[in-house]
């Protein structure tokens, strides 16, 4: 159910998502070029993995469940209590919405570099704050469970951050070389490259 979500999120904002990316690839290239910046092919591509995050999250809190009446819940665990543990709503209401923003805390947990629990909590919370208030003026509802909820994603990708660069610091040096990230980041490539032209309908593999 998640799944087919994301999907239908990429078949809606391929088309400025693909300009957009080309747009600043290109660019991004030209100022590596220009400034004389080494290239390190996963960095970049982690770089641009967040921002096709943020277009599908984006399209994801605002064209989803559109159907749903506009509201107002500020009371705490009100909705979460109100989903059967295990049913599609609870994993698409409840689970959903801790895992949309799992990869949120992680990427910006990497970004700003993160050492302390309090770090993602306030970009988190104003984060999820304005998705909410913005929801309510464009028709949906404005619910303080999904703000706990998104919260509790993003904290975990702060501690799946803080855990995977502990870990890192241990491996051995092959493991810590750009080379070993970039293979892993290009077999990542290939396979979002065949699964974006496939859902898309291009059908290039």
């Known amino acids: 159910m998640i799944l087919d979500t994301l999907t239908d999120a990429i078949v809606d904002v391929w088309p400025m998502l693909t300009i957009f990316l080309v747009v600043i690839v290109t660019i991004r290239l030209a100022y590596l070029k220009i400034n004389n910046e080494k290239f390190v092919f996963y960095r970049e591509f982690l770089n641009l993995m967040f921002i096709v995050y943020i277009f599908l999250l984006y399209q994801l809190l605002t064209s989803t469940e559109l159907n749903k009446m506009s509201g107002l819940n500020i009371v ?9 543990i295990g ?22 947990s990497g970004y ?17 704050l304005t998705v909410e208030l913005v929801q309510l003026q464009i028709g949906r509802s404005f619910d303080i469970d999904d703000i706990i909820l998104n919260v509790a994603g993003s904290i975990i990708g702060f501690l799946l951050y803080i855990g995977l660069t502990a870990i890192k610091k241990h491996l051995p040096k092959i493991f810590q070389s750009d080379l070993f990230y970039n293979i892993i980041c290009i077999i990542i490539f290939v396979i979002f ?4 032209t496939r859902i898309i309908g291009l059908g290039w593999f």
């Open 193 to 196: 490259i065949v699964y974006f």
């Open 112 to 128: 700003v570099k993160a050492s302390k629990f309090s770090h993602i909590f306030f970009i988190s919370v104003i984060t999820s």
């Open 76 to 84: 705490p665990f009100t909705e979460i209590f109100r989903y059967e």
């Open 87 to 108: 049913s599609k709503l609870f994993m698409f209401n409840v689970i959903g919405n801790i895992l949309v923003f799992v990869p949120f805390g992680y990427f910006v």
